[in-house]
């Protein structure tokens, strides 16, 4: 039985309907068709799902969609303002921050919740704030210097 939702998404009203028990990732993906945010281990272990809600980084395998009503949420595809990219997003893309892309959506969120919480984080307030976003690819160094690099 599907029951009818009101999300806030990247500050737009969204209404759909999903099981009671569908969780925020598949409510995004499937039903919104939002899929910058990916589905990974689905067990709060990879971050490849990270959103915002309320500026705060979450893994949205392990939000009920339902429990995200009263939020406003920002996925990938939300962050860059008037086609303009989040100096997250500038920075990730000129610093080889990305390779296969899977980790990027929630490594970029993840990065901006910290530079939004603390704009002076230093090297290892970043790698502690991106250690749960895993990467394959990388090796993590040019993803910890575009963050540094954004913010300036
Ligand atoms: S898919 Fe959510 S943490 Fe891995
Ligand atoms: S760029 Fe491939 S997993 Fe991070």
Do not use: W
Not at 139 to 148: N, Q, S
């Amino acid at each position: 039985m599907e029951m009818p939702l009101k999300l806030t998404v990247n500050g737009q009203p969204r209404r759909t309907y999903a099981p009671a028990d569908a969780l925020l990732i598949d409510v995004l993906r499937d039903r919104l068709g939002l899929t910058g945010a990916k589905y990974g281990c689905g067990m709060g272990e990879c971050g490849a799902c990270t959103v915002l809600l309320d500026g705060a980084a979450v893994y949205a395998c392990l939000v009920l969609a339902v429990e995200a009503q009263d939020a406003e949420i920002t996925t990938i595809e939300g962050l860059a303002r008037n086609g303009t990219l989040d100096s997250v997003q500038e920075a990730f893309a000129a610093g080889g921050g990305v390779q296969c892309g899977f980790c990027t959506p929630g490594m970029i969120l993840s990065a901006r919740a910290l530079l939004d919480a603390n704009p002076h984080a230093d090297e290892a307030d970043i790698r502690r704030a991106l250690s749960g976003n895993l990467c394959r690819c990388t090796g993590y160094d040019k993803i910890v210097k575009a963050v540094l690099a954004a913010k300036g």
